[in-house]
């Protein structure tokens, strides 16, 4: 049975377009194996090289002062990419997280974060799961009943932490199948592997057949004798 390793990975930025010159001010990822956090995550804040909006700053209280003296992406690319390579990503609002990060790479001449591992949105489950309804974080952690009582401003690992349960909670209907794996249950073996386990070979007690044959004279009355099983038996 193979490892499913999943990776909760959020960011904060200078700003809301990367395409004019925003860039990413602080990185958080935790792991999760087999739907259980595994308590290892990365974490960074990082020297944007510009000043930083007022706009995102109301967001996540974050300075120009306070990054000043922390590394810039280039510093940290290597290890972010070594924790999240060949996870399954899970991000809110990918396209806004994926597209500030692959722009870094991007100016490092490093490939693209779909190189490296597969990404799933949340935002986009959450609309499918709730139409019409508020689906940013703290809506979704109201509905599901998640502590987010400590997330006075965005954080990058605090999000992350938060999207982990969040995610849990919206994919609950996989617990079974997590389960059945565990358990290593003869059915799920043979669903993943193709063996077929031993066939179990149930026959009808007696009370069961007398009952069958009052049935099917009732059908043979009704039908004049035109019941379908009894033709085929004979």
Known sequence: MSIIRQVMLDTETTGLEWRQGERVIEV??????????????????????????????????????????????????????????????????????????DNELELLGRESLKADCTITDTLKMARELRPGKKNNLDALCKEFGVDNSNRQLHGALLDAELLAEVYLAMTRGQESLMMDLEMGSAEMVALLTGERPPVRVLSASAEELAEHERVLAEIDMESKGKTLWRALAA
Do not use: W
């Open 28 to 101: 958080g990822c935790v792991e999760m194996v087999s739907r259980k956090l595994t308590g290892r995550h990365f974490h960074c804040y990082l020297n944007p090289g510009r000043a930083i909006g007022a706009g995102a700053q109301a967001v996540h209280g974050l300075t120009d002062e306070f990054l000043a003296d922390k590394p810039k992406f280039a510093h940290i690319a290597d290890e972010l990419l070594d924790f999240v390579r060949d996870a399954e990503l899970i991000i809110h609002n990918a396209p806004f997280d994926v597209g500030f990060l």
